[in-house]
């Protein structure tokens, strides 16, 4: 079952930062939130993920909010190998447990 | 960069066949997942496997289905008899094992055609 919201698609300028936001208003103490993508009909790509923090690694931003129930991820300079669909998946770090994808975010970078 | 490795790629099989799907995970991780992606829809659990065992399957991995690890590398889904609907992008992925929350890696995908 879906445990976020996502908008359906967004609209990005090339070179300009996307914001895309997530609700995740149920989410546990104990679960993550993890963002993927994936480009045309390629394997899900590993995006970032956190627990309470904020995170940055070389290919985006998360901004996690002190309530946790949102989170954005932020993807500095949008370029236009950046459209993809945006996965935002919350779960509990334990043996096995899936990653649950949703019907995400269709991010169009526009030149 | 180490990466999951699936093949074949693009596999088209006849109605009631048996196909098998074929990965090679992440060195030294420990967790195994199937995925599928039916076109135009969401990417779908199928089912984990860790330490030589089913961990989790969905609803979709009935019967006719059934995952193996035949050796210290590989990773197989079997479709005992396809059918129709079992046309799909098929995703392997891998996961370490360390404390914490950590990501799952993805292969590129076999297109399964199913005629």
């Known amino acids: 079952d879906a445990k976020t919201t996502q908008p359906p698609s967004m609209d990005c300028a090339e070179g300009r930062a996307a914001n895309l936001p997530c609700n995740h208003s149920t989410i546990s103490g104990n679960e993550y939130v993890y963002w993927y993508r994936q480009i045309h009909s390629q394997g899900p790509q590993y995006i970032i993920h956190g627990l309470k923090n904020n995170e940055t690694n070389e290919m985006a931003s998360l901004i996690i909010t002190e309530d946790r129930k949102s989170s954005t991820l932020i993807l500095p300079h949008a370029t236009l190998r950046d459209t993809a669909v945006y996965y935002c998946?919350?779960?509990?770090?334990?043996?096995?447990?899936?990653?649950?994808f949703g019907t995400g975010t269709s991010l169009t970078v526009i030149p | 960069e180490p990466e999951v490795t699936q093949t074949p790629s693009h596999q088209v099989t006849q109605m009631g066949q048996e196909v098998i799907l074929r990965c090679v995970p992440i060195?030294?991780?420990?967790?195994f997942y199937w995925y599928r992606q039916i076109l135009g829809q969401k990417v779908e659990f199928l089912v984990s496997f860790y330490n030589n065992e089913i961990s989790e399957k969905s609803e979709i991995f009935d019967d006719q289905f059934s995952v193996e690890r035949p050796d210290g590398s590989n990773f197989t889904l079997k479709i005992r008899s396809t059918k129709l609907e079992d046309s799909a992008m098929y995703f392997c992925?891998?996961?370490?094992?360390?404390?914490?929350?950590?990501?799952?890696?993805f292969g590129q995908g076999t297109r399964l055609t199913v005629v």
């Open positions: 992925a891998s996961r370490p094992l360390l404390s914490g929350g950590t990501e799952a890696f």
């Open positions: 998946i919350v779960r509990v770090e334990g043996a096995g447990n899936q990653f649950y």
């Open positions: 060195s030294n991780h420990l967790y």
